[in-house]
């Protein structure tokens, strides 16, 4: 049974800082990308970020130079380090884990408010 578990969301502050993780289980870790993707209310899921199964990466324009996607195929985990957080970064965050000619997994999500 494939399992990709959120962890790490929270409530901080405008300019402060957060580390998601993603636990990964039943699936080949080091042969998928993983991604990172958020949803606020009212709005379509989006991409935050995503890391290649060769370590490549990828940021939304919102994202890059603030948000750091990293994975240790060793834990099976995938990272989203976020810093200089704004209040319009609040959404559900979301794991996926893809694979070429598969369907994706999706985790359950994590709540992240940016608010003062």
């Known amino acids: 049974q494939v399992q990709l578990v959120e962890s790490g969301g929270g409530l901080v502050q405008p300019g402060g800082s957060l580390k998601l993780s993603c636990a990964a289980s039943?699936?080949?870790?080091?042969?998928?990308?993983m991604g990172w993707y958020r949803q606020a209310p009212g709005k379509q899921r989006e991409l935050v970020a995503v890391?290649?199964?060769?370590?490549?990466?990828n940021y939304a324009d919102s994202t890059r130079g603030r948000f750091t996607i990293s994975r240790d195929n060793a834990k099976n985990t995938a990272y989203l380090q976020m810093s200089s957080l704004k209040p319009e970064d609040t959404a559900v965050y979301y794991c996926?884990?893809?694979?070429?000619?598969?369907?994706?997994?999706w985790g359950r999500g994590t709540q992240v408010t940016v608010s003062s």
């Open positions: 039943g699936i080949g870790f080091s042969n998928y990308a």
């Open positions: 890391i290649a199964s060769g370590g490549s990466t």
């Open positions: 996926n884990a893809r694979r070429e000619n598969r369907s994706p997994y």
